[in-house]
C-alpha cells in the first residue's frame, strides 16, 4: 500500500486541487454509472481517498489524473455492484410486495374459514361459488357450464354468499359488498 504524501500540508493542497478541479467531473460520471447521486458521492469520496493513498503515483505525472481518477471511479463502481450482487439481502432491502418475509397468516385464516363455511352451505350455493370465484368464470361462463340460464347464476350466487356470510357469522370484511360477475 503505498502512503500519502510525506507532509500534510502537500496532502491537502493535492486533496483540494483534485477536488476542485476533478470533483464535478467524477461526481458526473458516477451518478450517470450508479443512477443515484447519494451513492455518486460516496464514489467521489472514496475515489479521492484513494487519490490520496495513492498521491505520489499522482504527483509523479505518469499517464492522465482525469484519466485515472475515472478509472477508479469505475472500479469501485463495479466493485459495489459486484458485492451487492453477491452478499444475501437484507431484511430492510425487501420490497414490501415481496413474499419473502411477508406475513400469510391472515389470508391462510382466511382460507381455512371460507372452505369451512362453504362445507356449511348447500351444494347448489357451493357450487356456483366454486365457479364465480374459484374457476372465476363470468357469470354467462358458469351459466353455460352449469346448465342453466345467466339469471338463476346471478340469483343463486347473491342467495350464495348470504349463505356463506351467515356460516362465518357475519364477518363482512371478508367479503365486503361483493356481487356476482
Same mark, same amino acid.
Given at each position: 500500500?503505498?502512503?500519502?504524501?510525506?507532509?500534510?500540508?502537500?496532502?491537502?493542497?493535492?486533496?483540494?486541487?483534485?477536488?476542485?478541479?476533478?470533483?464535478?467531473?467524477?461526481?458526473?460520471?458516477?451518478?450517470?454509472?450508479?443512477?443515484?447521486?447519494?451513492?455518486?458521492?460516496?464514489?467521489?469520496?472514496?475515489?479521492?481517498?484513494?487519490?490520496?493513498?495513492?498521491?505520489?503515483?499522482?504527483?509523479?505525472?505518469?499517464?492522465?489524473?482525469?484519466?485515472?481518477?475515472?478509472?477508479?471511479? &469505475?472500479?469501485?463502481? *463495479?466493485?459495489? #455492484?459486484?458485492?451487492? +450482487? %453477491?452478499?444475501?439481502? $437484507?431484511?430492510?432491502?425487501?420490497? !414490501?410486495?415481496?413474499?419473502?418475509?411477508?406475513?400469510?397468516?391472515?389470508?391462510?385464516?382466511?382460507?381455512?374459514?371460507?372452505?369451512?363455511?362453504?362445507?356449511?352451505?348447500?351444494?347448489?350455493?357451493?357450487?356456483?361459488?366454486?365457479?364465480?370465484?374459484?374457476?372465476?368464470?363470468?357469470?354467462?361462463?358458469?351459466?353455460?357450464?352449469?346448465?342453466?340460464?345467466?339469471?338463476?347464476?346471478?340469483? &343463486?350466487?347473491?342467495? *350464495?354468499?348470504? #349463505?356463506?356470510?351467515? +356460516? %362465518?357469522?357475519?364477518? $363482512?370484511?371478508?367479503?365486503?359488498? !361483493?356481487?356476482?360477475?
Amino acid at each position: 500500500m503505498a502512503a500519502p504524501p510525506r507532509r500534510p500540508d502537500q496532502a491537502e493542497a493535492l486533496l483540494r486541487l483534485l477536488y476542485t478541479e476533478y470533483g464535478p467531473s467524477v461526481l458526473n460520471y458516477a451518478t450517470r454509472l450508479t443512477g443515484d447521486r447519494g451513492a455518486a458521492e460516496d464514489v467521489v469520496q472514496e475515489t479521492l481517498f484513494r487519490a490520496w493513498k495513492h498521491a505520489d503515483r499522482l504527483i509523479k505525472g505518469n499517464g492522465s489524473v482525469r484519466g485515472w481518477l475515472m478509472t477508479v471511479a &469505475r472500479n469501485i463502481v *463495479a466493485d459495489r #455492484a459486484r458485492a451487492r +450482487a %453477491i452478499r444475501p439481502v $437484507e431484511v430492510a432491502e425487501l420490497d !414490501e410486495r415481496s413474499s419473502v418475509g411477508a406475513d400469510h397468516s391472515e389470508s391462510v385464516a382466511n382460507t381455512l374459514l371460507v372452505s369451512d363455511a362453504l362445507d356449511q352451505v348447500s351444494a347448489e350455493h357451493r357450487e356456483i361459488l366454486v365457479e364465480l370465484y374459484y374457476q372465476d368464470r363470468s357469470v354467462a361462463e358458469a351459466a353455460r357450464e352449469l346448465g342453466v340460464p345467466p339469471g338463476t347464476v346471478k340469483s &343463486r350466487s347473491h342467495y *350464495a354468499l348470504h #349463505a356463506l356470510r351467515a +356460516a %362465518i357469522g357475519g364477518r $363482512e370484511g371478508l367479503f365486503g359488498a !361483493e356481487t356476482a360477475r
